[in-house]
């Protein structure tokens, strides 16, 4: 067996163990008990589908899928802080409400 040849193996089964493992992430984004935990599960199969991407790219020997890899690399990072933002900011929203709730509840015991 050549050089070529195992090489061209060895990556196909880490396409086929990385593509189980997003399947996975994709499971704990849609069961995920919390938001953070979901958040953290869509963090992590942009990281793997960043990875799976550049092992396309050696695969097939195709320089511009590097490119696309930075590019999707840029976009994961993005949408990851706005998840971030838009749950702290709903968090915080609950929070306060909670808070003037209990304040209520205080004020009318009196």
Request: aromatic share 6%.
């Amino acid at each position: 067996m050549t050089l070529a040849l195992f090489t061209d193996k060895i990556l196909t089964v880490l396409l086929v163990v990385l593509s189980i493992m997003v399947l996975v992430c994709l499971f704990r984004a849609v069961i995920g008990p919390r938001v953070p935990d979901r958040i953290v599960s869509v963090n992590m199969m942009g990281t793997m589908v960043m990875v799976i991407i550049a092992i396309l790219a050696i695969k097939n020997k195709e320089g511009y899928l590097a490119d696309i890899c930075v590019l999707y690399a840029m976009i994961s990072f993005l949408a990851v802080v706005v998840l971030c933002k838009v749950y702290l900011g709903v968090y915080l929203e609950k929070k306060r409400t909670e808070e003037k709730k209990k304040e209520e509840n205080v004020d009318g015991n009196n």
